[in-house]
């Protein structure tokens, strides 16, 4: 079991693109999030902001659009991450035995210019979103669409239009 504390150097390698990766399904589910020189309010909103999350399903291809907002409930930031449960070696899939299931999300926030940790955090994902994200991952595996122009025709959006494009879900505590 690994121990993460604030201003601690983060024990994983962290990619070299700056924003937001979901590393779910794997032991656990974690969003990590690696930006430069993050100040302190931005650590802040990491910490304490409310967290809200879009998803967008199609063509085989998953996008998790996240966004934290400050104390006052006004966007801060907003991650686009896309998903590919094709990629993931070992996959865990949980079973949904009720519906009630909350996927549990842990957020590390790195600053890559230092490695340091300086936010983390556990929440939950709603119940429907839950269910949503874990029903787009199942119809994903079994898809025969590489959903690479479905990414692409995405990513040509910013984070805030694809954010938009869909219901976004209140994370919970």
């Not at 032991?27 to 990491?46: M, R, Y």
Request: net charge negative; charged share 20%.
């Amino acid at each position: 079991m690994e121990i993460y504390s604030l201003g601690s150097q983060y024990p994983h390698k962290i990619p070299d693109c700056n924003g937001a990766i979901a590393e779910f399904l794997k032991d656990d589910n974690t969003l990590l999030i690696a930006l430069p020189g993050i100040s302190g309010d931005e650590a802040k909103v990491f910490r304490t902001g409310v967290i809200k999350c879009s998803l967008l399903v199609n063509n085989g291809a998953i996008i998790l659009v996240w966004q934290f907002c400050n104390q006052e409930n006004q966007p801060f930031f907003t991650f686009d991450c896309p998903f590919d449960a094709r990629l993931i070696k070992d996959i865990n899939l949980p079973n949904i035995e009720n519906k009630e299931h909350r996927a549990l999300i842990h957020i590390h926030a790195v600053d890559s210019d230092t490695n340091a940790i300086v936010a983390l955090r556990s929440l939950t994902m709603p119940p429907d979103l839950t269910l949503l994200f874990l029903s787009a991952v199942q119809d994903q595996l079994a898809s025969s669409q590489s959903g690479n122009d479905q990414m692409k025709e995405w990513l040509q959006s910013s984070p805030h239009e694809l954010f938009a494009m869909q219901k976004s879900y209140l994370m919970g505590m």
